[in-house]
């Protein structure tokens, strides 16, 4: 999938605004030194763009936090990856919505598209900072039918 890209909207500048109205009421940013690092939004879109690298697995996070630090010039900023089971998905997810996502995608437990690395086992990437985690939308559409996700009002998730 694409990373910011809204039609007609600066996402960089976007969520540099977001993150400073977040700071000015009080969020959880860290350490203090996020915002001062924070000069330009296209940090924060390169970031998320080196996060969506297929490469990236749990067992490089380290090495992915030195990158996203040097190369986007970021501080207080953490790469949060996590392995998620199928029962984990769900609890979070609640029965409404994981019956959506089953009625699109068919069982979630033996599910192996977008975003699921083994049988019933699905990987959730974001960036940590401070309290504020930022994820990284899944592809829409369904495998073989992307046109779905155009006429299709209840494609799930959305």
């Known amino acids: 999938g694409s990373i910011a890209t809204a039609a007609l909207l600066n996402v960089g500048n976007s969520l540099r605004n977001l993150f400073a109205e977040l700071e000015r009421e009080g969020y959880d940013l860290g350490g203090g030194s996020f915002m ?9 879109v390169n970031s998320l763009r080196l996060l969506a690298q297929e490469t990236v697995s749990v067992r490089n996070v380290g090495t992915l936090d030195a990158t996203i630090r040097k190369d986007c010039g970021l501080n207080d900023i953490s790469v949060a990856i996590k392995e998620v089971s199928y029962s984990e998905l769900r609890s979070w997810l609640g029965k409404s919505m994981t019956q959506k996502m089953e009625k699109q995608w068919g069982d979630l437990e033996s599910y192996t598209g977008i975003e699921s690395f083994k049988r019933g086992r699905f990987l959730v990437r974001g960036l940590q900072v401070g309290k504020i985690f930022i994820g990284i939308q899944p592809v829409l559409g369904v495998e073989g039918d992307p046109m779905r996700m155009l006429f299709e009002r209840d494609l799930t998730p959305h």
């Open 36 to 44: 001062a690092s924070f000069t330009k939004g296209d940090q924060l």
